[in-house]
């Protein structure tokens, strides 16, 4: 079942969304990987998998970012839903119904240019329908929101951040921002001076120990460069340090001093934090977000973290990377990579190979993207002990001292 803009869109979403066999707000059968919270407008900015010509002067926010060659302007959209007693959120992810090209209607005051079932100009999804009590052809209002004005609810249990698909293999999805390829040299340096010299493709380096003109000078050599941060903990060295509020600081972080833990279940106190940090890494430059500590809910943190929290937090942290053009890794967090590999670009481990663990981020390879794969010499660990591992596995190998200085050895 296509999509105006994936035209495999059934098989991304899970399955068929039957509306008569239902799990709560999902489907029975399966739980779906995109948002089953969504929604069809009778308009498309793209005919024939290219742009439509009028879109740029139609759809009323395109001029707020450079969109790529095939990045739909109005896939993933928010809206909110009203009824007279209720009001739910939902994604565009289709077309209609019966019209594609009713901008009057969508992004103006007109009504719908269809005269079929009552002039029906919105589609809702099952769940939409479910949560709102509608009971076939009913009346609604609705009107565009901006995502961080959507509200928690049902319908950020899983939001969906898929590109346009119409390739015969759907393995093309436009992202607006770098992603790295599966197999990628790469480096890791957070202590300085950066190597800027290293051969490689890729380097994740400190977003505060490195300014934008070092970022500059490693663009300049052919370089993509990570940025950095720590999204779990705080650390008294940070200039930022004074903005966590102390609700939200919670037990030493045991072998790291002057570092604590974060409570990532408050994500309206941590928000104007690790934005302003991903806002830094995007001015400076950086292509793409490594956010560190990202597992709280396995730590002694002082919270009642639970997994449910974590993905919460995460996929927060997801959406808000992608919103800033930059592409995000999911660090370690093994145990949830299943149901985050869809919202994180690429991952790294670290201590995979001697912790035994590897296999389980096995869904980003097979997913085609990349995984970086980071074993230290304080375990005694060698090249020769994990490298035909990570050939196997397809992961990008290198062994480096844990202070992460410039020393490092990739497998080759």
């Not at 490693?218 to 200039?239: F, M, Q």
């Not at 690429?346 to 869904?363: F, G, I, Q, R, V």
């Amino acid at each position: 079942m296509p999509s105006s803009w994936d035209e495999k869109w059934a098989e991304h979403f899970g399955g068929i969304d039957n509306p008569d066999e239902r799990n709560g707000y999902n489907p029975a059968d399966f739980t779906p990987s995109e948002n089953p919270f969504y929604f069809a407008l009778p308009y498309t900015d793209f005919g024939n998998s290219d742009r439509k010509r009028d879109a740029n002067t139609t759809v009323y926010w395109a001029n707020e970012k450079t969109w790529g060659e095939n990045e739909s302007m109005c896939k993933n959209r928010w809206i909110k839903i009203m009824t007279d007693n209720k009001t739910a959120y939902a994604q565009w992810e289709d077309s209609g119904p019966f019209n594609l090209d009713d901008s009057d209607y969508v992004f103006g005051t007109a009504k719908p240019n269809n005269s079929i079932n009552n002039n029906a100009g919105l589609d809702v999804s099952p769940a939409v329908s479910d949560y709102l009590g509608l009971t076939g052809i009913d009346k609604t209002d609705w009107q565009f929101v901006d995502e961080n004005d959507v509200p928690n609810g049902p319908w950020k249990k899983t939001i969906t951040t898929s590109g346009t698909c119409w390739d015969s293999s759907c393995t093309e999805v436009s992202h607006g921002y770098w992603v790295p390829n599966q197999l990628t040299t790469w480096d890791w340096q957070l202590n300085l001076p950066v190597n800027e010299s290293v051969d490689v493709e890729v380097i994740d380096i400190d977003l505060f120990d490195n300014d934008a003109s070092v970022v500059k000078r490693l663009h300049d050599s052919g370089k993509k460069v990570i940025c950095y941060i720590s999204a779990g903990s705080t650390e008294n060295w940070r200039p930022d340090k004074d903005d966590f509020p102390s609700s939200v600081i919670g037990n030493d972080y045991a072998g790291w001093p002057g570092e604590k833990w974060l409570d990532i279940r408050q994500i309206d106190k941590l928000a104007p934090i690790m934005q302003a940090r991903m806002d830094l890494c995007k001015s400076k430059g950086f292509d793409a977000l490594e956010p560190d500590n990202i597992q709280n809910h396995e730590e002694n943190t002082g919270f009642p973290i639970t997994a449910e929290n974590q993905l919460t937090y995460n996929k927060w942290l997801a959406n808000e990377a992608h919103k800033r053009g930059l592409s995000i890794g999911l660090k370690n967090d093994s145990d949830q990579a299943k149901e985050l590999v869809s919202y994180f670009d690429w991952a790294l481990t670290e201590e995979c190979y001697e912790d035994n663990w590897c296999e389980e981020m096995k869904p980003f390879t097979d997913a085609g993207k990349a995984v970086f794969m980071t074993e230290y010499t304080e375990r005694g660990t060698k090249t020769s002990d994990f490298c035909s591992l990570a050939k196997s596995l397809k992961f990008n190998g290198l062994l480096k001292k844990l202070d992460l200085d410039e020393w490092g050895e990739p497998c080759l």
